[in-house]
């Protein structure tokens, strides 16, 4: 399978651009047989302190420990170390700059290696499969709204409540913390298909656009899809716009190149290595056998009395076969019902992390609340 990557970013309507993305190596094609492709995004926080800063640290550092991966390690346990390296550079940064735990990015990455997937995240970040026409979001969000709705669930507080809380969209987990309070990450691969998309954003794309309104851009290769998720976004005029970035990687069937479809047609011997060169010449040869044998046979067989007349030519018919051409390509398309997700990642291969001891999941956590109006 072959992945194709793409890449589209702007800055929306705040002073600084936040979100910080990058990918691994991809001409090192020893790593990518063991490692894969990685693919990293990281928004930093504008409601706490220098929020690009975290973003650029962590995703700096994301890319280095994971690119330190040997052949022997897995790539679940290679994200994982990278992950909380990530996060002790940012967590060291934030102390240098007098800014302890009030200094934050959320990070996303994926690695794909053939037709495998593997995903790592911390925050909000989205990774996105998308796939026959709708989306399905592989990662969790970790924001508070998760813990009202399940309270609300419960029936511990109403629907309405869960709802309306200040801190709904507050973050309970991200980069910067002393201690990482939730980790969202796959155990095991999950398996891409030809046609797929994978998108990695920040919440600047999916808060502006419904599912539906970014399935309208899924069009062409991942540069051109990535470009239009943007400027769709861009298009809503949302006021207080954050940051956008997507990170788009395409699943394309592997197709050989020119050179060995012309060395296949004009190659000599087959798998058993014995067949002729050309069937063109076996098709010349059997033509001409065939006109040696019908002269011999005039020559020697011919008798002219033997032929009698025919008042009429002799009609031969043709078999038929009766019955509509059967068309095995005709098979009536898979019915989705609007809203159905075309594939859920498998619960029992992921993992996250405990909430540290003693924290009150109905309390407003640590972290700043994301307020549109706020440099973030």
Partial sequence: MKLIPGNAQHIGSRQQQQDAFG??????????????????VAD??????????????????????????????SIPDALLRSLHAANAAVYQQALTMGAAEDMGTTLVAVALRENQMFWISVGDSGIFLYRGGEFTQANASHVFAADLDEKAGQGMISREDALAHP???????????????????????????????????????????SFAGMAE????????????????????????????????????????????????????????????????????????????????????????????????????????????????????????QPGQSPVTPPAAGRESAPAPEGKDAIEPPAGKPRHEEQGR
Avoid at 23 to 40: C, D, I, P, Q, W
């Fill in 23 to 40: 990918f691994s190596n991809l001409s090192n094609e020893a790593f990518r047989k063991h490692g894969g492709m990685l693919a990293v």
């Fill in 44 to 73: 930093g926080m504008g409601g706490m302190a220098h929020g690009e800063v975290a973003a650029r640290a962590a995703l700096r550092s994301f890319l280095d420990s994971y690119e330190a991966k040997t052949e022997t390690e």
């Fill in 167 to 209: 801190e709904r969209e507050a973050l309970t987990s991200f980069l910067g913390m002393e201690r990482l309070a939730l980790i969202d990450r796959s155990l095991r691969p999950f398996l891409l298909c030809e046609n797929d998309v994978v998108l990695l954003a920040t919440d600047g794309l999916f808060k502006t656009l």
């Fill in 217 to 336: 851009a899924m069009h062409g290769d991942a540069q051109l899809l990535g470009e239009a998720l943007v400027n769709r976004a861009l298009a809503v005029e949302k006021p207080f716009q954050d940051n956008i970035t997507v990170v788009a990687i395409c699943a394309e069937a592997e197709r050989p190149s020119l050179a060995a479809a012309e060395g296949a047609r004009t190659s000599g011997a087959g798998p058993a290595g014995g067949r002729p060169r050309s069937w063109m010449a076996l098709m010349l040869l059997t033509a001409a056998l065939v006109i040696v044998g019908g002269y011999i046979y005039y020559m020697f067989s011919y008798d002219p009395g033997s032929r009698q007349p025919s008042g009429a030519a002799r009609q031969s018919a043709q078999p038929t076969r009766e019955g509509p051409a059967l068309d095995p390509a005709a098979v009536p398309p898979v019915q989705r």
